[in-house]
């Protein structure tokens, strides 16, 4: 058996000897056999929607609202929306009727050049484009509750639009099951009241209970109040390895989004046969800051033995969280039952933060986790409860000290969007 060089673009280059045994998992790449282009592909989508008219259909008096996915996400945005405002065009909407908004939802505002390269410079130059702002009330509005109680906080603007459509990309997801669809309003454009209180909802079930289900009941939460709000249309890309247009689905919130899930879940699904020792998790293309690159860290849980070792490759430019990182610095990661504390006593009064510790907290406290990266330094590292390598090389041989015989190691190429099935 031959070693296993494994290279990271930041922590560079791992060579894991014979004598281990390896299993690495990639997303898929797809090549369409037709020879379409993506911008063929998603014009073909928009124009064949399903469950739903199409988007020439909207009247020209319709104030719309276009809601896109932020710089956390890769969809190609500046590709999409000359095709769907060129269908609003056709169907007489003027363009001072049109808004687009960044579906932020607790996020840092994106800067005026990352807006433009977002969603292209004629684009931004034509249009009036807005960052949502999810911390000024005076910006939300409240349209009661859900059937299980939920409170809807939601930007005024989605309320006074006529017809509001949203952009996004489906990968899995441990929350929602795969993101896309309603959550370009849930959390994209909601109040901080309403994502924390359908994010705590997921704190109680575990990364195999919830990761590629999108039939589960935060999903359900998340597209009620998408419903509320108004979302009538979706356009939804799925993206394989490389970062290419694999599919679009666009139409209808749910019935589009399901089959997008159904195709994403053939791009980055992965057949584990059985659990490794060792799971190292590449977080990108995730990793701008540690809030989003614990998602490759949800996906590690599913594959590695209980009481195993996860090494979490995460860039982190922007360290823990540009909008919560104090107050995750200053609690740390802990179980499901220690965070429920700090809620009762009102230590934590911010349930998306509440349920993001106890979600990593849960994975820490079953496994030894080692962070290598450039963003988090190693005092944070353990401030938030994980142990601290500059390099993989490094992270690996502290892993392997102490362990007996010949363990299982799993590699998580682009951990952050792998789907593992066991």
Same mark, same amino acid.
């Given at each position: 058996?031959?070693?296993?060089?494994?290279?990271?673009?930041?922590?560079?280059?791992?060579?894991?000897?014979?004598?281990?045994?390896?299993?690495?998992?990639?997303?898929?790449?797809?090549?369409?056999?037709?020879?379409?282009?993506?911008?063929?592909?998603?014009?073909?989508?928009?124009?064949?929607?399903?469950?739903?008219?199409?988007?020439?259909?909207?009247?020209?008096?319709?104030?719309?609202?276009?809601?896109?996915?932020?710089?956390?996400?890769?969809?190609?945005?500046?590709?999409?929306?000359?095709?769907?405002?060129?269908?609003?065009?056709?169907?007489?909407?003027? &363009?001072?009727?049109?808004?687009?908004?960044?579906?932020?939802?607790? %996020?840092?505002?994106?800067?005026?050049?990352?807006?433009?390269?977002?969603?292209?410079?004629?684009?931004?130059?034509?249009?009036?484009?807005?960052? %949502?702002?999810? &911390?000024?009330?005076?910006?939300?509005?409240?349209?009661?509750?859900?059937?299980?109680?939920?409170?809807?906080?939601?930007?005024?603007?989605?309320?006074?639009?006529?017809?509001?459509?949203?952009?996004?990309?489906?990968?899995?997801?441990?929350v929602a099951g795969f993101s896309g669809g309603g959550k370009i309003v849930q959390p994209g454009i909601s109040g901080p009241v309403t994502t924390g209180q359908t994010h705590w909802l997921s704190a109680y079930h575990s990364a195999e209970e919830m990761l590629g289900k999108p039939d589960?009941?935060?999903?359900?939460?998340?597209?009620?109040?998408?419903?509320?709000?108004?979302?009538?249309?979706?356009?939804?890309?799925?993206?394989?390895?490389?970062?290419?247009?694999?599919?679009?689905?666009?139409?209808?919130?749910?019935?589009? %989004?399901?089959?997008?899930?159904?195709?994403?879940?053939?791009?980055?699904?992965?057949?584990?046969?059985?659990?490794? &020792?060792?799971?190292?998790?590449?977080?990108?293309?995730?990793?701008?800051?540690?809030?989003?690159?614990?998602?490759?860290?949800?996906?590690?849980?599913?594959?590695?033995?209980?009481?195993?070792?996860?090494?979490?490759?995460?860039?982190?430019?922007?360290?823990?969280?540009?909008?919560?990182?104090?107050?995750?610095?200053?609690?740390?990661?802990?179980?499901?039952?220690?965070?429920?504390?700090?809620?009762?006593?009102?230590?934590?009064?911010?349930?998306?933060?509440?349920?993001?510790?106890?979600?990593?907290?849960?994975?820490?406290?079953?496994?030894?986790?080692?962070?290598?990266?450039?963003?988090?330094?190693?005092?944070?590292?353990?401030?938030?409860?994980?142990?601290?390598?500059?390099?993989?090389?490094?992270?690996?041989?502290?892993?392997?000290?102490?362990?007996?015989?010949?363990?299982?190691?799993?590699?998580? %190429?682009?951990?952050?969007?792998?789907?593992?099935?066991?």
């Amino acid at each position: 058996m031959n070693k296993v060089v494994f290279t990271n673009r930041y922590f560079g280059e791992l060579s894991i000897p014979s004598a281990y045994e390896v299993t690495e998992y990639y997303p898929r790449t797809y090549t369409d056999e037709s020879g379409r282009s993506s911008a063929m592909i998603i014009e073909q989508a928009i124009d064949r929607p399903i469950g739903c008219s199409p988007l020439t259909a909207v009247k020209p008096d319709d104030k719309v609202l276009v809601i896109v996915d932020d710089k956390s996400r890769t969809t190609p945005a500046d590709e999409i929306l000359p095709a769907v405002l060129e269908r609003l065009r056709q169907a007489g909407v003027r &363009d001072s009727a049109v808004t687009l908004m960044i579906a932020l939802g607790t %996020h840092r505002p994106m800067t005026g050049p990352e807006l433009q390269e977002k969603v292209g410079p004629e684009v931004f130059a034509r249009y009036r484009v807005a960052n %949502h702002a999810w &911390d000024d009330p005076a910006a939300l509005c409240n349209l009661g509750k859900t059937a299980a109680g939920t409170d809807i906080w939601v930007n005024k603007l989605a309320v006074d639009a006529d017809y509001v459509i949203g952009i996004g990309h489906i990968v899995p997801h441990r929350v929602a099951g795969f993101s896309g669809g309603g959550k370009i309003v849930q959390p994209g454009i909601s109040g901080p009241v309403t994502t924390g209180q359908t994010h705590w909802l997921s704190a109680y079930h575990s990364a195999e209970e919830m990761l590629g289900k999108p039939d589960n009941p935060v999903r359900r939460e998340i597209e009620e109040v998408a419903a509320r709000v108004g979302l009538k249309f979706i356009v939804n890309v799925v993206q394989d390895s490389a970062g290419k247009v694999a599919g679009v689905f666009a139409g209808d919130p749910i019935l589009a %989004h399901r089959a997008g899930c159904r195709f994403a879940g053939g791009i980055f699904g992965v057949a584990v046969k059985e659990k490794a &020792d060792i799971v190292i998790a590449e977080a990108y293309p995730a990793e701008l800051e540690l809030w989003q690159a614990t998602k490759a860290l949800q996906a590690a849980d599913v594959v590695v033995k209980p009481g195993g070792q996860i090494i979490l490759l995460a860039q982190c430019p922007e360290g823990i969280s540009r909008s919560h990182g104090p107050l995750i610095e200053r609690f740390g990661f802990r179980p499901l039952a220690a965070v429920e504390r700090l809620v009762a006593e009102g230590a934590v009064a911010d349930l998306n933060v509440a349920s993001y510790l106890a979600r990593v907290g849960n994975v820490l406290e079953k496994n030894r986790t080692i962070l290598v990266s450039q963003g988090i330094s190693a005092l944070q590292s353990g401030k938030i409860g994980f142990e601290s390598c500059s390099t993989a090389e490094e992270a690996f041989l502290k892993a392997v000290t102490g362990e007996e015989g010949r363990p299982k190691i799993a590699i998580l %190429h682009q951990g952050s969007e792998l789907l593992p099935i066991l």
